[in-house]
């Protein structure tokens, strides 16, 4: 009779844990093409700084860094590359990307030679959305 009770209580607590995985949402991915515009190379290496925030937010909420050298890139920006473990993608209803050229190296400072461009609000419950094309000015005539 026991062991009945103990195969019975774990069908349940499996059928439970089952049941939790299958109602969890997908992990958030957003799929970004970056591209400078222009297509002339420059020897002139800056660092570029992508990532999503909350619209009207500069808190990063998933971010990837590269370099002019490197573009044009596909870059996947998923939950798990967050700045801060409270701050991640999963619960937010919108979201943007931003692309950020630093001529200086910071990415918390606008300064002179900087260029940025933001998507449009995205929700990211709709998978569509979820891939986005971004074209970065060219600081460099």
């Known amino acids: 009779m ?11 607590l499996m059928s439970a844990v089952v049941a939790f995985l299958l109602l969890q949402p997908d992990p958030v991915q957003i799929e970004v093409e970056l591209k400078l515009e222009g297509s002339a190379e420059s020897s002139v290496v ?10 009207g937010s500069k808190l990063p909420l998933s971010y990837h860094q590269t370099s002019t050298d490197k ?9 798990d590359m967050y700045l801060l473990p409270s701050h991640t993608m999963k619960g937010a209803d919108e979201l943007v990307v931003i692309a950020k050229l630093s001529a200086s190296g910071d990415p918390h400072k606008t300064e002179p030679g900087d260029v940025s461009v933001v998507s449009e609000v995205i929700n990211p419950r709709q998978k569509a959305a979820l891939n986005i094309e971004l074209t970065l000015p060219n600081p460099i005539p």
Do not use: C, H, N, W
């Open 46 to 55: 800056l660092p570029v700084y992508v990532y999503a925030a909350t619209p």
């Open 2 to 12: 026991f062991k009945r009770i103990v195969l019975a209580l774990t069908l349940l």
């Open 71 to 79: 573009l044009p890139i596909k870059i996947v920006l998923r939950e």
